[in-house]
Protein backbone atom coordinates (compact mmCIF):
# COMPACT_ATOMS: atom_id res chain seq x y z
CA UNK A 1 0.00 0.00 0.00
CA UNK A 2 0.93 3.95 -0.19
CA UNK A 3 0.70 6.69 -2.22
CA UNK A 4 -0.08 6.31 -5.88
CA UNK A 5 2.35 6.19 -8.34
CA UNK A 6 2.36 8.55 -11.20
CA UNK A 7 0.49 5.88 -13.92
CA UNK A 8 -2.28 6.06 -11.63
CA UNK A 9 -2.51 9.63 -11.52
CA UNK A 10 -2.52 9.75 -14.78
CA UNK A 11 -5.80 7.28 -15.24
CA UNK A 12 -7.43 9.24 -12.45
CA UNK A 13 -6.55 12.98 -14.87
CA UNK A 14 -7.86 11.35 -17.76
CA UNK A 15 -10.97 10.21 -15.92
CA UNK A 16 -11.74 13.61 -14.93
CA UNK A 17 -11.00 15.01 -18.02
CA UNK A 18 -13.27 12.75 -19.63
CA UNK A 19 -16.15 13.20 -17.06
CA UNK A 20 -15.68 16.91 -16.59
CA UNK A 21 -14.65 18.32 -20.22
CA UNK A 22 -11.16 19.81 -20.28
CA UNK A 23 -13.38 22.92 -21.40
CA UNK A 24 -14.83 22.98 -17.70
CA UNK A 25 -11.59 21.84 -16.12
CA UNK A 26 -9.96 25.10 -17.88
CA UNK A 27 -12.32 27.51 -16.54
CA UNK A 28 -12.03 25.72 -12.89
CA UNK A 29 -8.53 26.54 -12.91
CA UNK A 30 -8.75 29.91 -14.09
CA UNK A 31 -11.44 31.02 -11.90
CA UNK A 32 -9.15 29.02 -8.85
CA UNK A 33 -5.98 31.03 -10.06
CA UNK A 34 -8.02 34.28 -10.15
CA UNK A 35 -9.40 33.39 -6.57
CA UNK A 36 -5.51 32.58 -5.27
CA UNK A 37 -4.00 36.12 -6.97
CA UNK A 38 -7.19 37.47 -5.18
CA UNK A 39 -6.31 36.60 -2.12
CA UNK A 40 -2.29 37.26 -2.14
CA UNK A 41 -3.46 40.99 -3.17
CA UNK A 42 -5.85 41.28 -0.19
CA UNK A 43 -3.48 39.85 2.13
CA UNK A 44 -0.82 42.27 0.94
CA UNK A 45 -2.55 45.61 0.67
CA UNK A 46 -3.96 44.45 3.85
CA UNK A 47 -0.36 44.29 6.26
CA UNK A 48 0.62 47.96 4.50
CA UNK A 49 -2.74 49.44 5.77
CA UNK A 50 -2.90 48.58 9.14
CA UNK A 51 0.78 49.07 9.71
CA UNK A 52 0.32 53.03 8.20
CA UNK A 53 -3.53 53.05 10.27
CA UNK A 54 -3.50 55.93 13.19
CA UNK A 55 -6.49 54.22 14.75
CA UNK A 56 -7.35 54.21 18.59
CA UNK A 57 -8.02 50.81 19.76
CA UNK A 58 -11.80 49.89 20.66
CA UNK A 59 -12.94 50.41 24.01
CA UNK A 60 -16.24 48.80 25.89
CA UNK A 61 -19.00 50.67 27.98
CA UNK A 62 -19.60 48.89 30.46
CA UNK A 63 -22.44 49.65 32.66
CA UNK A 64 -22.88 48.73 36.33
CA UNK A 65 -25.99 46.80 37.84
CA UNK A 66 -26.85 46.85 41.34
CA UNK A 67 -25.87 44.48 43.32
CA UNK A 68 -27.31 46.33 46.77
CA UNK A 69 -31.66 44.95 46.03
CA UNK A 70 -30.55 41.35 46.25
Known sequence: MGSLSIGHWLIVLAIVALIFGTKRLRSAGSDL?????????????GSTSTANST????????QAKDVSAR
Do not use: H
Request: proline letters at 5%; hydrophobic letters at 45%; charged letters at 20%.
Open 33 to 45: GGAVKAFKEGIGS
Open 55 to 62: ATPATIDV
